[in-house]
């Protein structure tokens, strides 16, 4: 497609599958809503509108994000969090 095209490039590049307990710096990860730590992640690209604009979606940076498995509170890293459990 051109540079107008209506392609959809990623929106999950990578899940790390089922739920886990987290990590960042030694500590636990919690959600602010329920208090739970079980999450599932998964990486998104942070698309911008110039990168888009110029057909380059696939150098746009990735966040990991961790969805909480009780309330889906979702919380954004720019690293991917460590797997504790």
């Known amino acids: 497609m051109g540079m107008f095209g209506s392609k959809k490039i990623f929106d999950a590049v990578e899940k790390v599958e089922g739920e886990h307990t987290?990590?960042?710096?030694?500590k636990t990860v919690m959600c602010p809503q329920c208090g739970s730590n079980k999450f599932e992640s998964r990486y998104v690209m942070l698309n911008t509108?110039?990168?888009?604009?110029?057909?380059?979606?696939?150098?746009?940076?990735?966040?990991?994000?961790?969805?909480?498995?009780?309330c889906t509170h979702i919380q954004w890293f720019l690293r991917q969090p460590d797997i504790v459990s």
């Open 22 to 26: 987290f990590s960042i710096k030694g």
């Open 49 to 70: 509108a110039w990168m888009t604009f110029f057909d380059l979606d696939w150098a746009n940076r990735q966040a990991a994000i961790l969805t909480c498995s009780n």
